[in-house]
């Protein structure tokens, strides 16, 4: 969600190729079950805070392989966004809401980058489909709000206790992405303090009086923000055992008939992770902020089984390196793709 992720990316993006040739070997043979203390040990020299869980997906739930302080709840960034796919399906598995339904580009909700939508033109008429695809594939922001605009921003806050959420309070209000980015990019650290401290009324006074009356302009700089900024209060939080439990239930969804396109978006982007002939499909959702990295995958194999890989970063005073837990998480890969997959640890 922030400039300097873009730098990063291209890093990640050169380190990908050159590691390509490990990931796809993974699966071809029988492999012992990763070390995963030695895991453990890279995640935790990445952030000071961090978290990791690799579970299987058993009848809509998370059954643990192995976790590592996979409750503590850190920021995760445009994860956050599975929270909003789950309020769109409750809707339309109940009728509130189509995929087909259009609903148009409003200045109001116009968020930065990333995605296109950003430059789309008020009034451009948009499906939820597709609104909620871009968000998935693209982690597109001004799709998001516009999504939580129809859904109601009250709606996807309680999404979250829906959906397993231990601690919904933490993510109330819930915050636009167009919101958190005028607040990094264009108030004063007092008035973060003063949202911080403030209770949840008075947050949504200052959210309507202060912050939503800004415009965002997409082709812009951003202002203040250049570096970690208030991620442990104005951010939105959930534990890798939490996220676990959204992206499972989004999984058992997408069997449904009348949900089938939640299928194509939950397995839109492979998150770098090469093909492998084990996987039937692979999905991928992060979350990136100056100081916060996080980094979902969604794996089904061939036989059926499914997993799901959910490792955190938070640092308040650095950017951490995106392309650590990727390299971590590589023995991981390997073991999910044999058919006996990991023993647990």
Not at 223 to 241: L, Q, V, Y
Not at 323 to 330: D, I, K, S
Request: proline share 6%.
């Amino acid at each position: 969600m922030h400039r300097r992720s873009t730098v990063a990316a291209a890093r990640w993006l050169l380190a990908l190729a050159l590691l390509a040739p490990l990931l796809s070997a993974a699966g071809t043979s029988a492999q012992a079950a990763p070390d995963w203390t030695r895991i453990d040990r890279a995640m935790a020299g990445q952030a000071p805070r961090a978290n990791l869980l690799v579970a299987e997906i058993v009848d809509g739930g998370c059954a643990p392989v192995h976790s590592w302080h996979a409750d503590d709840r850190l920021a995760i960034a445009s994860t956050f966004k599975l929270y909003v796919l789950a309020e769109l399906v409750r809707q339309i598995d109940a009728g509130e809401a189509e995929w087909d339904e259009r609903f148009p580009i409003q200045d109001a909700y116009r968020s930065m980058p990333s995605g296109d939508l950003a430059y789309a033109s008020e009034g451009t008429k948009v499906t939820l489909e597709r609104y909620a695809a871009v968000m998935i594939a693209q982690s597109d922001n001004t799709a998001t709000d516009h999504l939580i605009a129809r859904l109601g921003r009250l709606n996807v806050e309680a999404a979250f206790a829906r959906t397993g959420h231990g601690a919904p309070e933490l993510n109330t209000p819930l915050l636009l992405t167009r919101e958190l980015f005028a607040i990094k990019m264009r108030q004063p650290d007092r008035w973060m303090a003063d949202y911080e401290r403030a209770g949840d009324a008075q947050q949504r006074s200052m959210l309507a009086h202060d912050i939503d009356p800004m415009h965002l302009d997409p082709y812009g700089g951003w202002g203040n923000w250049s570096g970690p900024t208030s991620i442990d209060g104005i951010e939105w939080f959930a534990s890798a055992a939490e996220v676990c439990a959204v992206l499972a239930r989004l999984h058992q969804q997408s069997r449904q008939p009348e949900l089938a396109p939640l299928r194509a978006i939950l397995f839109s982007n492979s998150g770098g992770v090469a093909r492998d002939p084990a996987w039937r499909e692979i999905g991928f959702k992060a979350g990136y902020e100056a100081g916060v990295v996080n980094l979902t995958w969604l794996v089904e194999r061939n036989d059926s089984r499914a997993f799901i890989v959910t490792a955190g970063l938070n640092d308040p005073a650095r950017l951490p390196d995106g392309w650590g837990p990727r390299e971590a998480l590589v023995p991981v890969w390997t073991c999910l793709a044999d058919r006996a997959a990991c023993g647990p640890s």
